[in-house]
């Protein structure tokens, strides 16, 4: 495993890290499993763990909290997110002083740690000022609760306003930015978050690398009957069409030719992008951990990524 500083800051984290969207809560693949997913993982050098309050409205990081007990903290960077409705109440959401500074102890309780190596504004708040949102991350951060603060999904304007905002009233700046990021969904990153992020020490870590799959293969011939596209309209929507399947299927080739999965070599491209700290990744499996992890080690020469780059046009 290859780690790299989180931005400009000095803590590292591992260039393949593992996130608990969509598979770890209650009533998905099951505590066993999750178990040997996340034991495999820390026993292949991932030590970045992003998890949110909202996934399964708890369940996820209660379930992931539990598993971390037996690990020494120290060997993990641990990240959550505020933002999203955890209940009917009005305050119970969004980037407010008030929601902040209240999930940020229920997210700890149910992690079972003291302090969060990263916690993210999971989306941006239209209710709610920058300012205050910077303020209270500069807050808790003096609290010894969180460690660096970062962003999911916030657009350029928005980062630029916050990195303003903190230089002006001296607190600590968002180190990283969450965004989707894939071969099939570059250009928002690339053409706005990028000038923005990299100049000021901002850290990508980029979700759905895989596209929701698409990037696998495994959508070639069509779509499965138990796949995530069967059963997610809004993933299908954006990633299956017929442009994509055939850029899908012209990659083969470039990866049979180095030796790797498809999925392996979407990661491996991901990670030689610029501004990139790690690639955020799901498993449901520890095979599927191993093949992430696989593509850390896997070199693309020039020829490859030029070729690469004509196929997603």
């Not at 690990?71 to 999203?84: D, E, N």
């Not at 209710?127 to 969180?146: S, W």
């Not at 299908?236 to 069409?241: C, I």
């Not at 951990?289 to 896997?298: K, P």
């Amino acid at each position: 495993m290859d780690y790299r500083r989180l931005g400009d800051a000095g803590m590292k984290v591992s260039v393949i890290s593992l996130g608990g969207w969509i598979n770890y809560e209650e009533g998905k693949i099951g505590e066993d499993r999750v178990r040997q997913i996340i034991e495999r993982a820390y026993e292949l050098g991932i030590n970045f763990f992003d998890i949110a309050d909202v996934y399964g409205n708890g369940s996820a990081e209660r379930q992931m909290g539990e598993i971390f007990r037996q690990f020494p903290r120290h060997t993990l960077v641990i990240s959550t997110k505020v933002f999203g409705k955890m209940s009917d109440d009005v305050n119970d959401r969004g980037l407010s002083r008030k929601h902040i500074f209240e999930s940020i102890d229920k997210s700890l309780d149910r992690l079972q740690t003291s302090y969060v190596d990263i916690y993210f504004c999971h989306r941006p708040d239209p209710d709610t000022p920058i300012l205050e949102t910077a303020r209270a991350m500069n807050d808790l951060i003096h609290h010894g609760k969180v460690l660096y603060w970062g962003t999911s999904e916030w657009d350029a304007g928005q980062l630029q306003e916050a990195l303003e905002l903190c230089e002006k009233y001296h607190l600590y700046k968002p180190q990283v930015e969450q965004p989707q990021y894939s071969m099939l969904y570059r250009e928002r990153v690339e053409t706005k978050i990028l000038p923005v992020s990299e100049p000021n020490g901002i850290g990508l870590a980029p979700y759905s690398p895989l596209a929701q799959g698409m990037l696998t293969g495994k959508y070639d011939e069509g779509i499965p009957d138990d796949s995530r596209f069967a059963r997610e309209t809004w993933a299908k929507d954006r990633f299956f069409n017929e442009t994509n399947r055939e850029r899908v299927r012209r990659l083969k080739p470039v990866a049979d030719r180095l030796g790797v999965t498809r999925a392996q070599l979407a990661l491996a491209w991901l990670l030689r992008q610029r501004g990139v700290s790690s690639v955020i990744t799901s498993a449901t499996s520890v095979a599927q951990v191993d093949d992430n992890v696989g593509a850390a080690a896997v070199a693309i020469p020039d020829a490859a990524l030029a070729e690469i780059d004509t196929i997603l046009g």
